[in-house]
């Protein structure tokens, strides 16, 4: 089933017993609510992990370096104009460099770095619903239900508190999922690996 930003906005409006809503156009409060709060909540899900589906790369454009950090950078780049959170700087795309993010002359912010050829590892600012995968979905669906309760519930604050806290389970079960893409295993325990000694 594909997944949708109604869906993800019932779904948070489950987490609170709230009605759900059939349009993102409806006047109801639990519609206004949702949209007021959605691109925040994404932002903010997009931002506290590198989903994998969000991941992006790409060579940056130079840019004139800004007054006041000749001490510390060489170069000043153009950030993407997804980028939401940067990762990492490769130098030539292969060694990783120390970066600063910083406002350039014209206002938008730059990146700063001493790789001469920068290659960007980032996190892209993803709208599109489509490209959502089911633990995502479901993690922005409790960010955004701990956001709108406090206007829906008339500031309960025990139910936000347990929101919050669901939202904050669901970063640890992301994290175990991207680590069992990347193939990467659990160590072994300490007496497991005792017992290989000594046979």
């Known amino acids: 089933m594909t997944i949708t930003q109604i869906s993800i906005w019932n779904h948070a409006l489950g987490f609170l017993g709230a009605r759900t809503v ?30 994998s589906f ?31 959170k940067v990762h990492e700087v490769r130098h030539e795309g292969i060694s990783v460099r120390p970066f600063a993010v910083a406002q350039g002359a014209d206002g ?29 979905a479901h ?21 936000v508190a347990e929101l919050e806290k669901l939202y904050a389970e669901s970063l640890p079960r992301a994290r175990e999922a991207a680590a069992a893409e990347l193939g990467k295993t659990r160590a072994d325990d300490a007496w497991i690996a005792a017992r ?4």
Do not use: H, M
């Open 22 to 51: 059939a349009s993102e156009r409806e006047n109801t409060p639990e519609a206004i609510q949702c949209r007021l709060y959605w691109d925040s909540a994404r932002r903010q899900v997009l931002r506290d992990f590198p989903w």
């Open 54 to 84: 969000a991941q992006r790369r790409a060579w940056l454009g130079r840019l004139p370096l800004p007054a006041g950090y000749e001490a510390e950078f060489r170069f000043a780049y153009a950030l993407p104009r997804d980028s939401l």
């Open 108 to 136: 938008a912010p730059c990146l700063l770095t001493d790789a001469s050829r920068a290659l960007l590892l980032y996190t892209a600012d993803v709208r599109q619903c489509a490209l959502f995968d089911d633990l995502f």
């Open 139 to 159: 993690t922005l669906a409790r960010r955004l239900a701990s956001l709108v309760a406090v206007p829906l519930l008339k500031n309960n604050s025990q139910k």
């Open 196 to 199: 290989r000694e000594v046979a």
